[in-house]
């Protein structure tokens, strides 16, 4: 079974924000390019970086190392929306919980973040 590719889908919100909507697999092969795709969000201005990780089926360590670099990156925050059970348990394990902003999928995480602010781009 061949592995499945990550897609971004990149949402330029106003008020400095943008949306990454994350669906397949994050992991070494494919955690470049978030970090990439965050890198190019930093360098256009954006301050706030609104990951929605609902449609992941695997984050492994490199998927969670490509979420501190992207907040390591910069003044930039990080806010993971859709956090489903075993994401969630990694995030707790590992301390990252508490560094970066976590709306479990439970509490409503689902929901687009920023869906009421108007698009821009």
Do not use: K, N, W
Not at 34 to 42: G, I, K, P, S
């Amino acid at each position: 079974m061949a592995a499945q590719l990550l897609t971004i889908e990149v949402t330029r919100l106003d008020a400095g924000r943008a949306r990454l909507r994350l669906s397949g697999e994050l992991d070494f092969d494919t955690a470049p390019e978030l970090v990439a795709a965050a890198a190019d969000l930093r360098r256009d201005g954006y301050q706030e970086l609104l990951f929605d990780v609902g449609g992941l089926h695997l984050c492994d360590s490199s998927g969670l190392s490509a979420f501190l670099t992207a907040h390591r990156g910069g003044a930039v925050t990080i806010r993971l929306y859709g956090v489903g059970p075993q994401l969630q348990q990694l995030l707790d394990r590992t301390g990252l919980t508490e560094l970066l902003a976590v709306r479990r999928a439970a509490d409503g995480g689902q929901a687009a973040p920023g869906a009421d602010i108007r698009q821009v781009g």
